[in-house]
Structures are given as structure tokens and as C-alpha cells.
């Protein structure tokens, strides 16, 4: 190998996977320096402890501020080149900084797995068939007695630029008979890199439908912003088209030969979200998300940072992925809670694709039929620019709603006669129903009609889920599950009764009570195999009438032409929620999942059960719109000093014993209290208070807030606190985290 000039910079400062908030030291070899030029993004091998771990280069330096001698080498250059582009370790420091997260857990959790395992940054390759050109000439005839290699050939025949193994089991063709006629001189492979959608290329696609004059003057206004740091509010009534809108965008960005993200919520909306776009582009598509393999994600990641994908589609991570001709970020539903991470790293996509489009000078549109208070709000201080559109697509028109008054009311399993009544009639019309009801299973609690005693979880404060088909108790906390009794374990009474109803239930009940008309369920419990949305969504396709039963993965995206009816079970869920946020969400669901109804040419009506049908949130919600009720909840926000008028940060504790956990919030708070006197920093500090559900998992859970109408001196609090925490004993029997503006406070 040729020698370089020594690296000048004797030191580096690496980034480990490790819960500490620093970068570490090393020296840089002299064999190494000679041979190599070293870059940030690089990976190597360092000793750490007793260990070897795996490490990112994040900056080179020419001093240490450690005495030299005891600074070690590191082991080994695991890369030739970088494989982080600068833009995403700028996306990393900053995510790091304002998330107060240990960096090097920021940096692997930006890599996929393999890549965070030590697999080369490479394509993989995949063996192609081509035809010969004695296979060019033959006479199909002569194959007529091998029907498998018979099809083989003419599949090959219609991919004159070669048969991918992806095409191979689309069309369940084998290896063996591709050897079969390998051997007679018929076809030949070839070894090639991964290259995701070369084969959809050169088909005929999707004619795009015509605009109605509000699409086309947000496109208009959306494409004149391309090409510079641009947020906007697409703010759009469910059905009103923002898909079609963000497809004339993403056309003009490929016409650029430019690149595209496009976030969505939900696993679950990625495939449809997929095939809408091949049947509109010739292009290459990547998809990224957690029911992948991790040879599949990195395959993405590694078409996406090539800048071959010019599309790319996936969930929250997604926003860490390299583009390097990146010119537009979508994110659809931006509303939505699974944009924010609870756990571990505690990021927020929508935070992150505004930094991360600041800095490559790119436009951000976020989606939404319910946009969240704090886009809301920032698009009235014209912070975002705000685009509505106010009209159905094609010839739909908006459901009307009607409330259902349950007070008094007999009710069969969660039903009154009026709404039995109403579906009854769409059916009969050949038309489909869609029940709401955003609890699974079969019924929320299970109690002793003798005595009272009420199923609990051993681990959690919380009363187990029955569900009956799988013959088990299930807490949907911490995953605890036991058999299903008929016996109260205090009484040893047999009369067991279910209380509430679960989406299992209203399933069974509706299936008895319309015994010919197909029931589906689309929950977490009945899509949790792979592919069992799509063969669900793809029966609701096939049947004329149907009554389709569902938690809020109904509510989010989907298009069901021939739902008229919605009926949302429970409407007043949200109503005494302890969460301030509980309201917001409660009108968002409600409004997403009445947008299912009537989405083509029949209209479509809303039947909202609810025991508070004057309640001035329902009926605001009912009669003026999502948009009224927004602007309603944001100035009883502004009165009560809640977000988006001021910054929170949460930092939350837990452990096995509850003394502790409450003892080291305790201690934040007294360090806090006087960091804040001594530096008069405008902060109030509340708590430490129980969480809502104290012991979850068999850990005691406590929380103290931190508020304030500034951020800076927020962050600099939070920052000395995550540096105290870290130095605090206690730390090693309590668990604690960071939660900078928390979705969940409770």
C-alpha cells in the first residue's frame, strides 16, 4: 500500500456506544498514522475497560487534555473511507446537545445495526439471469415438458435487462430450475451490486388525476419553495388530496435529480404509501422501518446515502438516514405521537428534519387533516408558511356528524338501538362500517361478582386485559400474561365477570348480530404477523359490505372507498384525561377517523356515542371543526402557561425501590433550586410527584418538571443536572432519563 504523510493530529475523539455524556481519547498509532488517512465518520476498534468496543471518529486534535502517557491507542481502523457523512454528525451534535443524550449512543443509533455491529458499508451482491443468445433463438415448444423452466424463460424473456432475485419470488420461480437451464446453455448469470427497484423501470405508470384548484395552488406555492430552507403547514381536511400534493412535489424534486424523505407514523402505512409510489415513478424507492431485516435497512441506507434512491419512505429513524442530493422532507400525519421517541434516545422527527433541512438549505412540508398545537401555533406566528386545503378531492364531500346521547340509554355490548339501527341500514345498502373503539382485547378488566376482586398485573398498577381467543390475561404495559381464570383468586368464586368492552369483543358481538356480513379487526393483536395488514386492508377491498372493527391504526392514512358509516364507540375517552395534552388528541382521533368515512363518490356520516354531548369540546369539535377547536384549546394553553407557550423538560426515575427513586429526584430538585437562585434563571421546578401509574414494569416511577419561557437558561440547567446525575451514586440502583419537550407528561 502507498504511504501517506503522517497524520498531523496525534489524537482522536471517539464516539462509543456507551450512556456516558463524553467522547473519548485516543492515541493514533504511528503504523496507522503512516498508512491512512484518518476522518471524522470513520469507524475503529478501541480498547475500553476489559473490552474492544467499536467506535466512530468524530473529531481529530492535536493535543489531549489527559497526560499523554496514559492515553491509550486505539486497536484498529475498521474503515477506508467515512461512512457518516458530515451532515448527519452535525445532525448527531446537535440531536445530542438539545436532547441531552450520551453522544455515542446518538451516533450508533444514526447507523443501522449491521453497520453498528462491524459489517462493511458495501452493497451485497445478487445474482441476475440473463438470456443467451441460444436462448434468444430457441423454440419455447421444445421446453412444453418442463413447465417450471418454461415459465422461467418467459419471465426472463419480459426483463430484457436482467432477472432479479426479487422478481424471482414475486413470481415463485427456483434457483434449481434457473441451474436446469444454466446448463443447457439458456440463460447466464450475472454477480451485480443491490440495486432495489431496477426493475420496475421503463413500465407504464399511474396517469396522475387532475387538481382541484386548491391542490394546484398549494403545489404552486410548494414547488416555488424548493430549493431553500422552507417550512410549511400543509394543513388538510382528511380526503382533501395531500398525498396527490406531495407526489407533484416529489415529481418535480426526481425531474431535478434530486431527493426526497418522506416520513409516516406507522409501520403499517408504509406499504400502501410504497405501492402508490412505484405505480407513479420510474425511479428508485427505498423503504425503512423496523419490520425489516437489517441486511434490508442497510441495503436502504446504502442505496439512500449513494443518492441511486431518490425516494426515500420510512418511520421516525428515518431522518437519520445519509442523502446527499436531499431537497425536500415530508412528514405526513406530523401530528402524530410516534414521531417522538419515549424511550432510550428521546428525539422528536419533526425537531430533527427542520435542523436537518436548515442546514442543507431544504424545504419541509408537514402533513396533517389534525395539526399539532405546536405546528398550529408557529404557522400563526408565520414562523411556517401555512397551506389549507379546505376540499374534498374529486367529487367526495365532508361526513356530517351526529352525536349519540348514552345517558339512559340500554346498551347492547357498548352499542344503544339507534346506532345498531344506523349500521343496519348501510349494510344493507352494500356499504361498509367502521367501529372505533380505541381499547384492545376482549375486555379492559376482569372482576369477582361476589366479592369485587379485580385481575391485576403483579408488575404494574394496572388491571390485566382479558382476551378470550388467546385464552389469557395481558398487561399492555409490561407485556405480563397468565392463563385466563373462572375462579376469583380470593373467594374461589366461579362468578367471573368481564367489565368494558375491547375491540375482540365488539368483533365477536358484531359478527353474532350480523351473521352475514364479514367482520374485520385491525388492532396491534390481529396485525401482528407480518403481512396480516395488507391481507386485511386487501379483504375490506374485496368485499362489497363489511363492518370493520379498530384502535386507532384505523384513524391513520387509510383509504376505504366504500365506508359511509363511522362509528366512534367511545367519544368521551379523552374528555377528564389527567394530561393536558389528552383533549388535542382526543379531537384528533376523532376527526382522523370520521375522515374515513365517505372518501369517493357516497357521503359519508359520523355517529360520536357519548354520555356529554353538550360538553362544549365535543360539541365545538361537532359543529365548527377541527380548526375552531384548535384555536380555542391554544388560548386556554396561553392562560394556563402550558406548551407551545413555554419549554418543558421532564426527568423521570425509577427503580425497584421506590424510596430511591423518589430520594434522587429529590436531590435534582434541591441542586436545581439552587442553581436557579444563584443565577436567577426564570424556571419553575415542580415535583418530584408519582407517575400516573406508579409501578410499571416492578419499577417505582417518579418525575420532576422543569418550565420556563426561555430555553437557553432551561438548557443550560438541564445540562448541569444530566452532569451531576451522572456523578450521583444513586444512579447505579436508579434508572433515570432526560425527556426534553415531553409528549408524555404524567
Known amino acids: 500500500m502507498q504511504e501517506r504523510l503522517l497524520t498531523p493530529e496525534p489524537y482522536v475523539k471517539v464516539a462509543l456506544p456507551v450512556p456516558m455524556r463524553t467522547l473519548f481519547e485516543y492515541k493514533v498509532p504511528k503504523a496507522i498514522a503512516l498508512r491512512h488517512q484518518l476522518l471524522p465518520g470513520m469507524r475503529l476498534k478501541v480498547p475500553f475497560g476489559k473490552q474492544t468496543r467499536l467506535g466512530i471518529i468524530v473529531e481529530l486534535c492535536h493535543q489531549t487534555e489527559w497526560d499523554p502517557e496514559h492515553v491509550k491507542p486505539f486497536t484498529s481502523l475498521h474503515d477506508e473511507s467515512p461512512i457518516m457523512p458530515t451532515a448527519i454528525m452535525d445532525l448527531c451534535n446537535w440531536a445530542s446537545r438539545y436532547y441531552h443524550h450520551p453522544i455515542g449512543e446518538v451516533f450508533f443509533h444514526a447507523l443501522p445495526a449491521l453497520l453498528r455491529k462491524g459489517e462493511s458499508d458495501t452493497f451485497r451482491s445478487e445474482t441476475w ?190 431522518i437519520f438516514v445519509p442523502a446527499p442530493y436531499l431537497s425536500l422532507i415530508i412528514l405526513d400525519e406530523e401530528h402524530d405521537a410516534s414521531y417522538k421517541q419515549q424511550d432510550g434516545f428521546r428525539f422528536h422527527a419533526r425537531d430533527l428534519a427542520l435542523i436537518r433541512a436548515k442546514s442543507v438549505n431544504a424545504s419541509v412540508i408537514l402533513g396533517s387533516a389534525t395539526p399539532s398545537y405546536e405546528s398550529l401555533h408557529n404557522a400563526a406566528q408565520n414562523k411556517f408558511q401555512w397551506i389549507k386545503l379546505r376540499q374534498r378531492a374529486g367529487s367526495a364531500i365532508i361526513p356530517s356528524m351526529e352525536r349519540i346521547d348514552l345517558r339512559g340509554k340500554t346498551l347492547v355490548k357498548g352499542f344503544c338501538e339507534t346506532t345498531l339501527e344506523q349500521i343496519n341500514t348501510h349494510l344493507k345498502r352494500k356499504e361498509q362500517v367502521l367501529i372505533f373503539l380505541n381499547r384492545r382485547g376482549y375486555a379492559p378488566t376482569l372482576m369477582c361478582h361476589d366479592c369485587g376482586w379485580i385481575a391485576t398485573c403483579q408488575n404494574c398498577d394496572v388491571n390485566l386485559t382479558v382476551h378470550k381467543r388467546a385464552n389469557k390475561l395481558h398487561c399492555h404495559h409490561c407485556g405480563h400474561h397468565e392463563p385466563l381464570i373462572n375462579q376469583c383468586a380470593e ?130 369539535l361537532c359543529t365548527l371543526g377541527y380548526e375552531y377547536f384548535a384555536t380555542q384549546g391554544l388560548q386556554e394553553r396561553k392562560t394556563l402557561g402550558l406548551p407551545p407557550y413555554l419549554h418543558q423538560v421532564l426527568i423521570r426515575s425509577e427503580s425497584v425501590d421506590e424510596q430511591q427513586s423518589y430520594l434522587l429526584l429529590e436531590q435534582v430538585r434541591l441542586e436545581a433550586e439552587h442553581v436557579i437562585h444563584h443565577f436567577n434563571y426564570p424556571i419553575q421546578v415542580m415535583g418530584p410527584y408519582s407517575a400516573i401509574i406508579v409501578r410499571k414494569a416492578g419499577q417505582h416511577r417518579y418525575i420532576v418538571t422543569f418550565k420556563s419561557e426561555n430555553r437557553a437558561p432551561l438548557h443550560q440547567l438541564i445540562s448541569q443536572l444530566a452532569k451531576s446525575l451522572e456523578q450521583n451514586p444513586l444512579t447505579r440502583k436508579v434508572r433515570y432519563a432526560i425527556d426534553v419537550d415531553p409528549l408524555e407528561t404524567y
Not at 440473463?130 to 418467459?154: C, H, M, V, W, Y
Not at 383509504?559 to 384525561?577: E, I, K
Not at 363518490?601 to 353538550?614: A, D, I, N, R
Open 129 to 318: 439471469w440473463l438470456l443467451t443468445e441460444l436462448g434468444q433463438k430457441i423454440d419455447l415448444s421444445e421446453l412444453k415438458r418442463a413447465p417450471k423452466q418454461l415459465a422461467f424463460l418467459n419471465t426472463v424473456n419480459t426483463h430484457p435487462n436482467g432477472l432479479s432475485p426479487h422478481i424471482m419470488r414475486l413470481h415463485d420461480l427456483q434457483n434449481t430450475t434457473a441451474k436446469a437451464l444454466e446448463e443447457k446453455g439458456l440463460i447466464q448469470r450475472e454477480l451485480r451490486h443491490f440495486s432495489k427497484n431496477v426493475e420496475h423501470h421503463g413500465h407504464q405508470k399511474q396517469v396522475p388525476p387532475t387538481l382541484n384548484n386548491e391542490q394546484a395552488s398549494a403545489v404552486n406555492k410548494l414547488v416555488q419553495s424548493l430549493g431553500r430552507f422552507n417550512v410549511a403547514l400543509l394543513d388538510g381536511i382528511t380526503g382533501s388530496g395531500k398525498t396527490e400534493v406531495y407526489l407533484r412535489l416529489i415529481e418535480t424534486v426526481i425531474k431535478q435529480d434530486q431527493q426526497v424523505f418522506l416520513l409516516v407514523p406507522e409501520i403499517g402505512l408504509t406499504p400502501q404509501t410504497l405501492k402508490r409510489f412505484e405505480d407513479r415513478f420510474t425511479t428508485d424507492i427505498v423503504l425503512l422501518h423496523s419490520n425489516m431485516t437489517d441486511r434490508e435497512r442497510l441495503d436502504g441506507w446504502l442505496m439512500a446515502r449513494s443518492g441511486k434512491a431518490k425516494v426515500i419512505i420510512g418511520t421516525r429513524s428515518s
Open 491 to 620: 373467594c374461589h368464586s366461579h362468578e367471573i365477570v368481564t367489565i368494558g368492552e375491547g375491540t375482540e369483543q365488539v368483533e365477536t358481538q358484531l359478527a353474532h348480530l350480523f351473521k352475514d356480513t364479514p367482520v374485520l379487526r385491525i388492532d396491534r393483536d390481529s396485525t401482528s404477523r407480518k403481512e396480516s395488514l395488507n391481507n386485511i386492508t386487501q379483504k375490506i377491498h374485496e368485499h362489497d359490505k363489511a363492518i370493520l372493527v379498530g384502535t386507532q391504526m384505523l384513524a391513520k392514512g387509510h383509504h376505504f372507498p366504500n365506508v359511509t358509516l363511522v362509528v366512534v364507540m367511545d367519544a368521551d375517552v379523552g374528555l377528564f384525561s389527567s394530561d393536558f395534552r389528552g383533549m388535542e388528541r382526543t379531537a384528533q382521533l376523532i376527526t382522523q377517523v370520521a375522515g374515513r368515512a365517505g372518501r369517493a363518490s357516497k357521503p359519508g356520516h359520523v355517529l360520536l356515542q357519548t354520555y356529554h354531548p353538550e360538553n362544549p369540546a365535543i360539541e365545538s
